[in-house]
């Protein structure tokens, strides 16, 4: 049995019949997409956790949205920065300090790509509308959570990882 694997992003083929209105459309939509993404990005990164520079999140945004344009699946998708990171970054930032946060972003790229080359993306369309919507209910709580402290003008160091509990 020939295991064989086609891999042919759809970049590729957009550039066969790609033409300037093509191109200006593009350009409009990066733009959008760019002044709502890279703000979000930077306040991703300072709420990530204490001593990571708003500049990170800029840098993640840029190159994650680069890479998921370039070697995505769709010529419409948008690829950026999304709250339920937050709470997961946090977690492991508060508990275990930035290097080990790089080694689970890492696994987490590779589990991704593995569950890419298993075509498991088709998978979503099983998971009920409630626990979609529970879940990202769940990561707005949370988010906005990490914002009373702001909000209140609250003196707090720290806010424990575990502040929602």
Same mark, same amino acid.
């Given at each position: ?13 957009? #550039? ?6 093509? #191109? ?19 306040? #991703? ?117 575990? #502040?929602?509990?």
């Amino acid at each position: 049995m020939k295991l064989e694997i086609q891999f042919w992003p759809r970049l590729f083929d957009i #550039f066969k019949s790609y033409s300037r209105q093509d #191109f200006v459309r593009d350009l409009i939509a990066g733009l959008t997409v760019g002044i709502v993404a890279l703000p979000l990005a930077m306040a #991703f990164a300072i709420a990530s956790g204490p001593g990571i520079p708003p500049q990170a999140g800029i840098f993640t945004a840029v190159i994650a949205g680069f890479l998921i344009s370039a070697l995505g699946g769709t010529r419409v998708c948008i690829g950026g920065p999304t709250g339920a990171f937050v709470a997961i970054l946090y977690g492991i930032y508060a508990q275990h300090g930035a290097g080990n946060l790089a080694i689970c972003t890492m696994i987490a790229g590779v589990l991704l790509l593995l569950m890419g080359f298993c075509r498991l993306g088709g998978m979503i369309k099983y998971i009920p509308y409630p626990v979609t919507m529970g879940f990202t209910s769940g990561i707005a709580v949370l988010i906005f959570s990490t914002q009373i402290k702001d909000f209140l003008r609250l003196k707090v160091e720290k806010v424990p990882a575990e #502040f929602v509990e």
